[in-house]
């Protein structure tokens, strides 16, 4: 069973990942997990940090002359800014007094972390629950990613919105009399104006064009036009020393009918999806396919009828031979399995919890008096780092289910089951 476990503080020396289960063979591109890394520490909105920053892989372990021996592979990521905290950091010396926190930020882990394991300095929780642990995950998903794609699995991701401010808020509100009144009154808003009408559902993030636009956008979204809005959204709440969130899609395209199972709640394929990208910091909804929108879809509206074409008439490949689907509300999963469509995910992002001005309230957790959230250096808008980290959490629970049905050791035993597996499903 592929797992993998992360170590290491936000200031602390490093990130350090152990990936366990991975078979032996698969050549290593470092260059790919490399830029990975620098996606997610690039996107416009980012705070201070991702300058000093520029991470890059470290092999520990489990790699040989380029490829995967089949042993724990160990990374390590270092944390530059370290040299900046090694007082505070240190494993021995003495915390200074005047250095802890007691202040908890609403909306991060401050509160109940501090409570939870008795600490009188909220740093030993937000040094371990900041997202700077994101990176581990997008070293994993790389590595996923580049296992995949000897079975000609593809992923892509992209930022839907920012704060409101993109594809799909009309949308997602569904389609009743309340959700369309609400969505005019957004579009009021000059920010929204143009964007909101756009369906997300007939965005193909994998069609070349928008695949660029979305690499040469500094927010990660498909139009160059809601960008130049939604940048300015970023702006604004910069300004006035608040933060966005949004909405993001990450999708796998190429993945074979039938990993995941319908026999065991806890072997269904959108179920560890949705457990892969809920445990991202800040993520706070997942769907899968049409989601919240299925609720407002009539049975014959939603179910993706089923058709079928020989392999010599264009359509075929993949185990389920020539079955095809025109439309893909189920988001390439039905009863917890890949049904051979592509399989989409889309996600919300609240706003970063640290805010540059005193907006929240909360209480000094040694005296109990009231108090103003504290500041810290932060970022405004994280949502197009997210996004690279929610197709790394897409791609490690596929590269999960698919090494359960193809598993074996090395990648010629995965070869054959794989091509085994095709073979008898397109004869079928
Ligand atoms: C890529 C990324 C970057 C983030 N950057 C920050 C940040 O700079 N400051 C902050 O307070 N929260 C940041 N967050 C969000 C917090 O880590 C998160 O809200 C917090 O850990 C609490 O978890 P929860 O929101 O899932 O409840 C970031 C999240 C992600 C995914």
């Known amino acids: 069973m592929l797992r993998f476990l992360t170590a290491g503080e936000s200031h602390g020396k490093g990130l350090v990942t152990i990936i366990d289960n991975f078979p032996a063979g698969v050549k290593i591109d470092e260059d790919f997990i490399n830029e990975k890394l620098k996606l997610r520490q690039s996107g416009y909105g980012r705070g201070a940090r991702q300058k000093i920053e520029t991470d890059k892989i470290e092999f520990l372990s489990g790699v040989r002359g380029g490829l995967t021996t089949g042993s724990p592979i160990s990374l390590f990521i270092k944390n530059k800014d370290y040299e900046n905290w090694r007082d505070r950091m240190d494993a021995f010396k003495p915390v200074p007094e005047e250095s802890k926190i007691h202040t908890p930020r609403p909306g991060h882990a401050d509160f109940a972390g501090s409570i939870k394991f008795g600490l009188d ?37 992209a930022v839907l919105s920012i704060g409101g401010v993109g594809i799909g808020t009309a949308e997602i509100l569904a389609d009743t009399h309340a959700a369309k009144k609400k969505a005019t009154e957004l579009n009021s808003d000059a920010f929204f104006s143009e964007t909101a009408e756009i369906d997300r559902f ?28 939604a940048k300015a959204f970023i702006d604004k709440m910069k300004a006035e020393g608040d933060t966005a969130g949004g909405l993001i899609t990450a999708q796998a395209k190429g993945v074979p009918v039938g990993l995941g199972s319908f026999t065991q709640w806890d072997e269904k394929l959108d179920a560890h999806i949705a457990m892969s990208v809920m445990s991202i910091q800040a993520i706070k909804s997942v769907e899968i396919g049409a989601g919240v929108k299925s609720a407002y879809l009539r049975g014959s509206e939603c179910h993706d009828s089923i058709y079928y074409q020989s392999a010599d008439k264009g359509k075929g490949g993949g185990a389920a031979g020539g079955f095809y689907r025109k439309t893909d509300n189920a988001g390439g999963i ?43 250096r932060s970022d405004v808008c994280a949502v197009p780092a997210a996004s690279i980290v929610v197709e790394s959490a897409l791609a490690f629970s596929i590269c999960y289910f698919f090494l ?13 089951n794989y091509d085994g597996y095709i073979k008898n499903g397109t004869e079928n």
């Open 121 to 157: 300095d909220i740093r030993n929780v937000l040094e371990r629950s900041s997202a700077r642990e994101t990176a581990s995950r997008v070293a994993v998903g790389a590595i996923c990613q580049i296992l995949l794609k000897n079975f000609g699995i593809d992923f892509a991701s």
């Open 202 to 229: 007939s965005i193909d993030i994998f069609d070349p064009t928008i695949r660029q636009n979305i690499e040469n956008s500094e927010l990660r979204m498909p139009y160059p036009e809601h960008e130049e809005k």
């Open 334 to 376: 039905e009863g917890g399995m890949s049904n051979g469509e592509i399989i989409s995910v889309t996600c919300a992002m609240k706003p970063i919890p640290t805010l540059m001005k005193p907006y929240l309230d909360t209480v000094d957790l040694n005296t109990c008096e009231p108090k103003k959230a504290f500041l810290e």
């Open 404 to 416: 359960k049905k193809f598993g074996g050791d090395n990648m010629n035993e995965i070869k054959r």
